[in-house]
């Protein structure tokens, strides 16, 4: 169904943010593996992180909904994941479906991996080739994309791998796989990315080390650690948070807080990159949670300019690109993305998707391979237009968010697929004073 998002005066309040995809996914994930009874809070109750929740039931754990994002996993311990008697169904979610391709590569099971149009056209070889040398089999589609067959088995070889794409997705597949595997499995990453598995795992009880060399990092895992079954606190979502701290920016009159957040520089790319466009972020330290930091942060409008990004920032802020875009339409002077080719393999091709939300709203954008190149409208996005989402969450959420601040109202083809990550973003959006209709 169609939605449209009208132009309004302010966007302000409070909210407390949507608990974190990535490590929603990772606490279901190990509390499935783990010996004993977890009990995890704050889950982000999205359809990709419920999908992995019924992914893990398939292949033997417990898995029970307690309350409002309260869960309580059972994991399946030392007697490891029985073969499913269902296909593995995840919905959209990459996440969800390269990490457990490690996790399933390490037990004597075989599992059919499946997943909506847009996931089923995603490249797994990334996972299935490096699964493949420590031992794995499988039998994908063409291009190796799902539907596909893993068949794994016990004495998984341990590697020492680098991987060709700055992939968190990657890297933690191969470290799940390792966690199984005979021997001490290494990932080289050149550059960082999001370190969450590394943080949970380790919650979890396993030794995972990890030694940065300035950019780079290599991890560590040993093979044949048991986990055993945790409290966990599911941080706020930066990701999520960000289209929401974009509404105030680009807004009139903005300002709003956004409680509980995560704070890790694997993550915060978006909300520097915001800074360097002149944007009024605040921050302010309270707490802990799932081995991460917690900040409340606050946002208000600002006069933007266009900049180009560092490209170091870009793994950071790898899923902020289309709510970037937005930031960068607002802004006056041009603002350049280079180096993130990888957008052209998520939930859509990020990047075509991007340059056409802008264009149909009347954004002055250039296409390039491996990002974009916006000239900024100074406060004055004409809008009007229809944005095709290609069943892409993040596309469908920019797109509204830039609908509060246009001259016109903008439109999405379609807004189902906003519950995979964010399931009341409508109802916080209108919250904040976002004019959102259905039609
Ligand atoms: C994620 C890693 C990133 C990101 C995705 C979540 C994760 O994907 O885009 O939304 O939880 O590990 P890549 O590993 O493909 O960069």
Redesign the pocket.
Known sequence: MMWTSHPVAQITGTLRAPGD??CS??ALILGGLAAGTSEISGLLEGEDVLNTGRVMVALGAKVERVGDGAWRVTGVGPAGLKTPNVDLDFGNS??GS??MMGVVAGYPIEARFIGDASLSGRPMGRVLDPLAEMGARFEASDGKTMPLILTGKNDLQAIDYEPP????????CILLAGLNADGETKVREKRL??D??ERMLRGFGAEVVSKRDGAANVVTIRGGQSLSAQETVVPGDP?SAAFLAAAAMISGRGGIVVEGMMSNDTRDGFYRAAALMGAHVGAEDVGDAAGERLIDMSFESADLKGTEIPIELV?SM??EFPILAVLAAQASGVTVVKGAE?LR??ESDRIAAVVNMLRVNGVEVEETQDGFIVQGCAGAIPGGGLVETHHDHRIAMSALVMGTASQRPVSIDDASMIATSYPDFMEHMKELGGDLRSG
């Open positions: 995809k990535s996914h990772r990459g996440t390269r990490l794409h700055a992939s968190a997705q990657v890297k933690s990315t999001r969450h598995s990701s793994p790898i899923d990888e393999v998520k």
